[in-house]
């Protein structure tokens, strides 16, 4: 069954280090997708992508956060300069078509230290 | 934006039913979502609901929508331990764009042999 996978599952750095995460969708899906899950708190929706663009955003999804599709395959989410409350698991999701279901990662464990 | 409320917690005995409450504040979601996450895991889509539907059987899965009230249900038969996990409502909804999804705080289901 098709997958949404995600590198590294997890991943520590030093404050003020610059992030990139990893994400391979579903190869025939269109919506790109990331979600954070403070622990202990609520998912989080950060942003949303299509045809190479973002089409929606979150007041999470601030300046130091950015997105790419550099590839066909890959979807990335890079945090430029991170802080300690960036600490998080980080979801990518896909979905074939804007009102179909998103299927969801394993998630990457953002460690900030 | 989109308020989506459950329960904290709910403890069942195996074999029995178990009903996983939520309420949300948009009556213009479009799909109601049911994920599942198991410790240290990722997010895995159990079922949905489309927002013209009262109810929707799957397997052991019965989801039942009241939307005049805003309220969504989901119920397990014969629980297993294997179904012991949080549970995360998710409608997803034009006042939120038709992309987003936005979770709600989870239900922990215990399942006790």
């Known amino acids: 069954e098709p997958e949404v996978t995600q590198t590294p599952s997890h991943q520590v750095t030093q404050m003020g280090q610059e992030v990139i995460l990893r994400c391979v969708p579903i190869?025939?899906?269109?919506?790109f997708y990331w979600y954070r899950q403070i622990l202990g708190q609520k998912v989080e929706f950060l942003v949303s992508f299509y045809n190479n663009e973002i089409s929606e955003k979150s007041e999470i999804f601030d300046d130091q956060f950015s997105v790419e599709r550099p590839d066909g395959s890959n979807f990335t989410l890079k945090i430029r300069s991170t802080k300690l409350e960036d600490s998080a698991m980080y979801f990518c999701?896909?979905?074939?078509?804007?009102?179909?279901?998103?299927?969801f990662g394993q998630g990457t464990r953002l460690t900030v230290v | 934006g989109e308020d989506v409320e459950q329960s904290l917690f709910l403890s069942v005995r195996e074999g029995d039913s178990s009903v996983i409450n939520c309420t949300y504040t948009?009556?213009?979601?479009?799909?109601l979502y049911w994920y599942k996450q198991e410790p240290g895991a990722g997010l895995q889509l159990l079922t949905y609901i489309f927002s013209n539907m009262d109810m929707k059987q799957d397997q052991r899965l019965t989801v039942l929508l009241n939307k005049k009230d805003k309220h969504l249900s989901l119920r397990i038969a014969d629980t297993q331990t294997g179904d012991s996990a949080i549970y995360f409502c998710?409608?997803?909804?034009?006042?939120?764009?038709?992309?987003?999804?936005?979770f709600g705080t989870g239900t922990k289901l215990q399942v006790i042999p």
């Open positions: 190869s025939n899906h269109l919506y």
């Open positions: 998710a409608p997803r909804g034009p006042s939120g764009g038709y992309q987003k999804v936005t």
């Open positions: 999701a896909s979905s074939e078509d804007v009102n179909t279901e998103a299927f």
């Open positions: 948009d009556s213009s979601s479009t799909y």
